[in-house]
């Protein structure tokens, strides 16, 4: 008896110990898989399927121009991808998708048994596409070789499994998976290596694109062509093992070459204009709840690739010029070369053979050796931005020199001081003395010192008009203009009505532009005297869709009536003049730009700034060339003419014939008449007097009689026409 009740003991405490083992075992293995469970997706994240996508921003004639994205996905339909597409990833990544659920344990047996060998490690993957798909969806899952890991990823796809239809997942799959480059799905695939829709993707494409999966960057056909030849040769053969294609389609693409043709540019096109678009952007984010990076938006903008393209070509041969004719400058005068190039530092063969653009200049040096520009083309009714570059398009940067860069505007300012005295009731015809004037300026330190400024060619002259003084740019006619018609405060007041924003000095200088601005605006303003005086505020977005096609936010002109009709019918008129027969004339004579239009150049002191502002009915558009570093001169008589005029004039013309725009004229208001007038006293004509013809706003026509040519009795009655 004894010995029994020793048995039944051991035999109890066996029991137990088997039992608290198991229990333990149990315990553990629950703790261990509700902590696991914890970093995984919740069933409501399982079936709200909600990747990243990618936002594209489009130019108005129907251009992709930019991608904004964290990770580079653009869905697609199942339908959308080409069977070969699916046939080819079930093939090479899980031949048992259709019968599995969620994990293929003959693949799990096989890949324990591998990775078993001595040493023990992974040799052997066993990620069904659904387990792919878990990690690929699932930051919490990780891309860690480790046992935590894989188990996560088999209980996720466990569940994926139990939530969708092999359909769906096969979609969710192939929208997901990465493809290299930093692209995430088929359709971003196709478009990155062979500039075309997944639709499209032939059958090698397609094994191609699927032979990169397990090593992206090792198997990519852009960097590695060879080995992507052979990845994509190894799928076509599972392919044909599995019956999933037929020996002659195999035959026929195993024999076709690679062909690759990368179709993604990090910039984009018009990289200034989409950078100045995404800040725009990222300001709307909270306001519309948006998340620019990762909602699949599509951004419609008001850029035409068409005037870009235009736009860059013209600016890119200014800016190959302008630098040669700096390099001879700076090649020719050595201290000036060592100093501006750290010489000591930098060795002067290497600047040189990188200043003649056979590499890229030193970073360090740019701002003080590269000609730099800025451009941008509005649409006077509207606003709208057709085309922008914020700095030469072989040197890109983030920074907008169009937005962003404050710069003298030389004479290009002088339209401002015109507007005003006409508005004031002064007309074109009034004349005012050529000659030099003292004037009392305060300098930099607070000291008042004496200054006299000159015209640009350093001529004077007598009674001069100011249409004529416009069309000459005689600094003397616009500083007088200060001093006796409009001051300076009713001049600032005037480039503020028009939207200028920077500072503007109320100063006696205000005569020669010294106050800075951005090119943007002062383009725009200049767009106000297109559009019969109403400003139309600068605008690059016409409207935000979501993926599904619904419109979030419309954006439309906002305008604003800044001068009367004939006021800017008349600064038309003068500003015509410049282009006709003044210092625009070039884009006349020299680059056969001949529909109507107004402009004025602008150059800064020591040839620093080199500016052209112009419009047509169609179109404003301005340009600037300097150096970063405002100290630095483009070089003696490097002024608007010549160092910025011909990218206007390339430019207008090109874009006006490949728009094919029709010649159009200023319209003219009926408070503007065409009066006859003498050519020396610009006073209503005597039957003596020598006549010509005049544009007045009407209330403001001459009604004085010559009195230079008084001989015989003056003629009173008035010829008009209007």
Known sequence: VAVKKKKTSSTGKIIFRVLIIFFGFTFLSVGYFWTLSRDLPSLEQLENYDPDLVTRIFSADGVLLKEL?????????????????????????????????????????????????????????????????????????????????????????????????KEEILEMYVNSIHFGHGTFGAQAAAKRYFKKDASDLTLDECAMLVGILPRPATYSPINNPERAMRRRNIVLRLMRKQNLITQSRYAEARALELRVTPGRDDLGKAPYFTEHVRRILEQEDEALDLNIYRDGLIIYTTLDSRLQTAAENAVMQTVVANQ?????????????????????????????????????????????????????????????????????????????????????????????????????????????????????????????????????????????????????????????????????????????????????RAVDAIALGTSEVYPLEVTSSYATFSNSGVWSKPMAIQRIVDRFGVTIKEYSPHREEVLSEETAFMMNDLLRTVLDQGTGGRARWMYKFTHPAGGKTGTTQNWTDAWFVGYSPYLAAGVWFGVDDPK?????????????????????????????????????????????????????????????????????????????????????SRERSG
């Open 69 to 165: 994205y964290t990770q580079r996905r653009v869905f697609v339909d199942l339908e959308e991808i080409p069977a070969d597409l699916v046939n080819a990833a079930v093939a090479s990544e899980d031949r048992r998708f259709y019968s599995h659920w969620g994990i293929s344990l003959r693949d799990v047996i096989r890949a324990v048994v591998i990775n078993a060998i001595p040493p023990p490690r992974f040799r052997q993957g066993f990620s069904s596409i659904t387990q792919q798909l878990a990690r690929n969806l699932y930051d919490t899952i990780g891309f860690k070789k480790t046992i935590t890991r894989k188990l996560k990823e088999m209980i996720t796809a466990i569940q994926i499994e139990r939530t969708y239809t």
């Open 324 to 504: 040669e004719k700096l390099n001879s400058r700076l090649f020719k005068d050595r201290d000036e070369f060592e100093e501006l190039a750290y010489l000591g530092i930098y060795p002067e063969d290497s600047v040189k053979v990188m200043l003649e653009g056979k590499a890229p200049l030193y970073e360090e040096l740019r701002d003080k050796l590269l000609v730099q520009t800025a451009f941008v083309a509005v649409e006077p009714k509207t606003g709208h931005i057709k085309a922008m570059i914020g700095g030469r398009p072989d040197y890109y940067d983030q920074f907008n020199r169009a937005t962003q860069a404050q710069r003298q505007p030389g004479s290009i300012f002088k339209p401002f001081i015109y507007t005003t005295a006409i508005d004031n009731g002064y007309a074109v015809t009034h004349q005012l003395l050529n000659q030099p004037v003292v004037l009392n300026i305060q300098s930099a330190s607070g000291e008042w010192e004496k200054w006299m400024p000159s015209n640009y060619d350093g001529t004077t002259g007598g009674l001069t008009t100011l249409r004529e003084g416009l069309r000459r740019s005689l600094n003397l006619i616009s500083v007088r203009m200060v001093q006796e018609l409009v001051p300076p405060e009713v001049v600032a007041n005037t480039a503020r009505r028009m939207h200028l924003t920077t500072p503007i």
């Open 632 to 716: 630095v001169s483009l070089g003696s008589k490097q002024d608007g003419s010549r160092a910025a005029l011909p990218a206007w004039a390339r430019f207008m013309r090109a874009a006006h014939d490949s728009m094919g725009w029709k010649h159009k004229d200023f319209p003219q208001p009926d408070g503007i008449s065409k009066e006859k007038i003498c050519t020396v006293s610009k006073d209503f004509p005597t039957r003596y007097c020598p006549v010509e013809e005049e544009f007045f706003i009407t209330k403001y026509a001459p009604t004085r009689s010559c009195r230079i040519h008084t001989e015989g009795s003056p003629r009173r």
